[in-house]
């Protein structure tokens, strides 16, 4: 490994990835019917459904119908196997037929091999989706970096190295000795042979250095 990224607000008790995500609801229900015993209508209705209580559930937090976005498949398999595959459901005037086909092309690509035989209709299912949230992040500081240094046992001895405020470093700034990166959730460790480096939003880039 020769790069390596270390995101902002990583830390374990870090929340940032669940405020940025999308509120979402995913449901599923479970039919085990052979596909051609059922018709575009029949499956559309059980979609419909399970659309409406992921609505209803976004709708609490706060969200607006037009600001849903659903995402129906279907999972499928041979009859007389268990590894299904997930299809999505277009809605179409031949859905069944097209859904059929779409199988078939998904197991030839996954396995090598399709088979002359029915499909199974295992789960119908819908993923619902709101917009991206907006946040803004902090900018990169212009101050001088915020430094110490402390005594750490590198290379069977003791070494002074840099202490370094991670929210003090600025984009111009590359790290090429041993450090400690420090910020309230975490703590970064620069080894030898090693640069580090701020991005725009405040990630740090970590580069093995050529020999």
Known sequence: MRRALVPIHGGVLSALGMLTAPRA??????LSRPLLSLNESQIAEQLERLKQQGVS???????????????????????????????????????????????????????????DCAIELVNVRIGLRGPMPSITLSSPTTQ???????????????????????????????????????ETVSTTFINKGWDCRRDDVGNLLLEKQRS
């Open 25 to 30: 609801r995913q449901l599923s229900r479970t």
């Open 57 to 115: 559930a976004l709708q609490q937090e706060g969200l607006t119908a037009t600001e849903i976005t659903p995402h129906p498949s279907l999972d499928l398999c041979y009859q007389g196997q268990s590894s299904t595959l997930n299809i999505p459901w277009v809605i179409s005037a031949n859905t069944i037929e097209a859904t059929t086909n779409d199988f078939h092309q998904a197991h030839q690509s996954r396995y090598g091999h399709r088979l």
């Open 144 to 182: 001088p970096a915020s430094t110490s240094s402390a005594s750490v046992y590198l290379d069977d001895t003791f070494s002074t190295i840099d202490v370094i405020a991670r929210d003090s470093l600025t984009t111009e700034i590359t790290i090429h000795n041993p450090a400690l990166i420090t």
